[in-house]
């Protein structure tokens, strides 16, 4: 089993999980040929992908779902309330409940609810039966149930949003940033940290910091808050970027 994300942030997140045969990619807010492009970069063609599961509806996690999947022939799997919030017709379309574990072939997917402002969104741990992904982006704030999902993994992609500091200097306007501050809003690093630090981490091998804002925050402040929980040096947590997202990581 492993993972590789194509691209992490405000203008486009996907990641491709895999095991065996099966590949699933999980959001994806490209459009089609920058899709395409970031599947070759990790060795990937369309007809490679398995499905896709869309985490909720915001465009930089499904804009480009609906495209791939016409021009592809994937299988689109999303909760009931993100089914009724993207617009336009999702072809094949295969709605999961939040609270209940389905598989894909080689990879069973139990997803959860989030704190996160869209119709129902939902994080996910992938597992193949012998090693567990956790992927938490696009959250305002942990939960007990968050962590009881998350503890035991692998590998975990988290979120490092912002810094508070500086998303109360930055530009964005006061609305905005009481939105991506708040409890249905993004992680900042130190939540993400204090979340990280209540989780088991007994199995855990990779730490993947997600979803950084390109205003408000920096690589270094993101992986230097969960190694400090890690007792790590923060060149050992793998960020993904929006640009090149990151390489394959592996599990077994």
Known sequence: MRFASLGSGSAGNGLVVEAGATRVLVDCGFP?????????????????????????EHGDHADGVLPFARRHGVPVWMTHGTARAVPGAVPEARVFDSHSPFAIDGLEVHPFPVPHDAR?????????????????????????????????CDALVLECNHDPGLLAAGPYPGWLK?????????????????????????????????????TNNRPDLATGALARVLGC??????????ADGCGWLGLA
């Open 32 to 56: 089609v040929e920058g899709t395409e492009r970031r599947l070759a970069r990790i060795g990937l063609a369309p007809a490679d992908v398995t499905a896709i599961v869309v985490t909720h």
């Open 233 to 242: 040096a923060p060149a050992e947590i793998v960020v993904a970027g929006q």
């Open 120 to 152: 129902e969104p939902a994080q996910l741990v992938l597992t193949d039966g012998a090693r567990r992904l956790g992927l938490l982006t696009d959250t305002g704030s942990s939960t007990r149930h968050v962590e009881a999902m998350l503890s035991g």
């Open 178 to 214: 009481t939105r991506i501050g708040g409890p249905f809003g993004h992680l900042a690093n130190d939540v993400a940290a204090a979340l990280l630090a209540a989780l088991d981490r007994s199995r855990l091998r990779h730490v993947v910091a997600a979803h950084l804002s390109e």
